[in-house]
């Protein structure tokens, strides 16, 4: 069982900057790759971004490519997400979330190839 844990959300005002943390267990860490997927109240939840095993392969959102950084340390069983010049419509919980099985594709940003998942940590820009 391998269990998710993020943390570094909070509040802050449009064009600031947030970094979120999540912590994975277990020793197969590095792999698999990782995303962040965010879900808005009334929205569905949408991809942000994916990172391979190694790190050495990412994917983002159009709407956050250029803003937002995934990275891992591995040793550290932890993925990052740094998010810069944020707006209010990125105001959501954000979950990270473990790829269901080993290689990294483009279809990363589908949901339904994650197996698990983090409780999730809230988001708030205000303008």
């Known amino acids: 069982q391998v269990q998710l844990v993020e943390s570094g959300g909070g509040s802050v005002q449009a064009g600031g900057s947030l970094r979120l943390s999540c912590a994975a267990s277990?020793?197969?860490?590095?792999?698999?790759?990782m995303g962040w997927f965010r879900q808005a109240p009334g929205k569905e939840r949408e991809f942000v971004a994916a990172?391979?095993?190694?790190?050495?392969?990412?994917s983002y959102a159009n709407s956050v490519n250029g803003r937002f950084t995934i990275s891992r340390d591995n040793a550290k069983n932890t993925v990052y997400l740094q998010m810069n010049i944020l707006k209010p419509e990125d105001t959501a919980v954000y979950y990270c979330?473990?790829?269901?099985?080993?290689?990294?594709?483009?279809?990363?940003?589908?949901?339904?190839?994650?197996?698990?998942w983090g409780q999730g940590t809230q988001v708030t820009v205000s303008s």
């Open positions: 979330a473990r790829a269901r099985s080993w290689g990294y594709s483009s279809s990363m940003s589908l949901h339904g190839n994650y197996d698990y």
């Open positions: 277990g020793r197969t860490f590095s792999m698999y790759a």
């Open positions: 990172i391979s095993g190694s790190g050495g392969s990412t």
